[in-house]
């Protein structure tokens, strides 16, 4: 299992994301520009004393995250796909993409994959998105939850 933030934006929650990733043992991707320096000392405090057991890997642009995973799906997370991630069938190597916090993935990506775009339900109409590293927490782990515990462990 992979994880892949494109052009996220807030500190913190990258620095959660990469927690959680060390705690899944799930390597993770940052793509394209950040909106903050990857040494940005809220990063590195949501991330705590994790940052040395997290796999990450950094890439220009998505063109280069599919050159690196060559043999994965990817999976693309927004709120403006109608299949839920609670029914979809994940594998071991699968990455699961997320957009940026304010703006999520482009609609040019999510309109070439439709069949690969997955939300989480929200039962609240009033509420537009939830956190994304809560978000990543919910779907790898249910992902994770799917493939077994030695999917994770099998890529480091």
């Known amino acids: 299992m992979h994880v892949a933030l494109f ?3 807030i500190p913190p929650n990258t620095g959660n994301i990469a ?8 390597p993770l991707h940052v793509v394209g520009p950040t909106g903050f320096r990857m040494d ?3 990063l590195k405090r949501a ?4 940052w040395n057991e997290v796999t990450l890997y950094r890439h220009i642009d ?3 995250l599919y050159d690196a995973l060559p043999d994965s799906r990817f999976l693309y997370l927004t709120t403006k796909a109608s299949r839920s991630y609670s029914d979809f069938s994940f594998a071991p190597n699968d990455c699961l993409v997320f957009g940026p916090e304010t703006r999520g993935l482009p609609n040019a990506l999510l309109t070439a994959n439709p069949d690969a775009c997955l939300t989480i339900p929200m039962h609240n109409p ?4 939830l956190n994304l590293a809560t978000s990543v927490g919910i779907v790898l782990y249910e992902a994770l939850r799917q493939t077994g515990p030695h999917a994770a462990s099998k890529l480091k």
């Not at 927690?19 to 799930?26: D, H």
């Not at 009033?126 to 998105?129: C, E, F, K, L, W």
């Open 40 to 42: 940005d000392r809220t």
């Open 62 to 64: 998505l063109s280069a």
């Open 19 to 26: 927690r959680l990733c060390a705690a899944a043992n799930t």
């Open 126 to 129: 009033a509420v537009r998105s």
């Open 7 to 9: 052009e996220p934006e």
């Open 47 to 50: 991330g705590l004393d994790y």
